[in-house]
């Protein structure tokens, strides 16, 4: 009987360090939003890739910082939950900023990990002699099994990556089928859709009190999608930004969204969106449960 291999790999470092673009780029589809806003990925993503005959689950988690608000909080702590059953850790560090106060407090919380290592994302945006000494600097703080040196956006250097994180997997049974797959309920995909489209066309405008709820999705007559979805926003003045002139800032996020469903899933679907001012929408417990995180009082 063929061996089979099967374990997690919790990707963890700061936030806009690259690590959904990183997660969506082994997939080779849209798994995690992407946006030049930090603090973006909310929730732990699963990806299921496999390697061979060795599955790699993958966590993708929210990008770690100073959490302020109560959102922030379940988000920094969803990512620290992930670790505690991870097989592996990947770190994924912005070789543009280095090594950063916040990534040396994170190397701090990951370091007696028996599996550990780190990811230099957007080396093709550094010197390549500068690349050696952050690596080397990086072996003085934690017992790394390997550095890689990679470019996500350009797909420079994953193959390798993959390749050696599943030489670590244990041996084991199939946690999920043996194809690659994601494990995100299809309502949070949608919506995780959405708002990667609000914050690419207002990110400058709008705060992260901002949430998108895909409260139904009905089969019509002629096959199409139709997908009604919520946009949760703390006070009217986030409303008006979000709803633009006329209504033509929503039509554009909307617009934007479909086609990137269309494009996801194959289907002909029909988007329909509706802004509601909630102005203590952080302070629900129904609002965390329904994105995977734990509501604290």
């Given at each position: 009987m063929t061996k089979t291999y099967s374990g997690f790999i919790t990707i963890v470092g700061p936030t806009n360090a690259g690590k959904s673009t990183l997660m969506n780029q082994i997939m080779g589809r849209k798994v995690s939003i992407v946006s030049h806003k930090v603090q973006t990925t909310r929730t732990n993503l699963r990806?299921?890739?496999?390697?061979?005959?060795?599955?790699l689950v993958f966590v993708d988690t929210p990008g770690v910082f100073r959490?302020?608000?109560?959102?922030?909080?379940?988000?920094?702590?969803?990512?620290?939950?992930a670790l505690s059953d991870a097989d592996a850790v990947l770190l994924i560090i912005d070789a543009t900023k280095g090594i950063t106060d916040t990534v040396r407090s994170l190397i701090e919380k990951i370091r007696d990990h028996k599996n550990l290592f780190v990811a230099l994302n957007k080396t093709d945006a550094v010197h390549k002699g500068d690349l050696l000494p952050l690596a080397a600097e990086l072996n003085t703080l934690a017992p790394f099994g390997e550095i890689f040196m990679i470019s996500a956006v350009k797909n420079d250097g994953v193959a390798e990556m993959l390749n050696s994180l599943a030489a670590v997997m244990p041996e084991s049974p199939y946690l999920f089928e043996a194809a690659d797959a994601t494990d995100v309920p299809d309502n949070l995909y949608l919506a995780e859709l959405t708002r990667e489209k609000i914050y690419r066309f207002i990110h400058q405008e709008l705060p992260y009190h901002i949430n998108v709820v895909t409260e139904r999705v009905d089969v019509a007559d002629d096959g199409v999608l139709d997908?009604?979805?919520?946009?949760?926003?703390?006070?009217?003045?986030?409303?008006?930004?979000?709803?633009?002139?006329?209504?033509?800032?929503?039509?554009?996020?909307?617009?934007?969204?479909?086609?990137?469903?269309q494009d996801q899933w194959g289907v002909n679907a029909r988007l329909h969106l509706f802004v509601r001012?909630?102005?203590?929408?952080?302070?629900?417990?129904?609002?965390?449960?329904?994105?995977?995180?734990?509501?604290?009082?």
């Open positions: 990806a299921i890739k496999m390697v061979g005959a060795r599955q959490p302020n608000r109560r959102l922030d909080r379940a988000m920094v702590a969803a990512a620290m939950d997908i009604y979805q919520k946009i949760v926003v703390a006070s009217e003045g986030h409303k008006k930004i979000v709803v633009g002139r006329g209504g033509a800032q929503l039509k554009k996020i909307g617009t934007a969204a479909r086609h990137d469903i001012v909630e102005e203590n929408w952080e302070d629900t417990a129904e609002n965390y449960t329904d994105q995977g995180l734990e509501f604290k009082k």
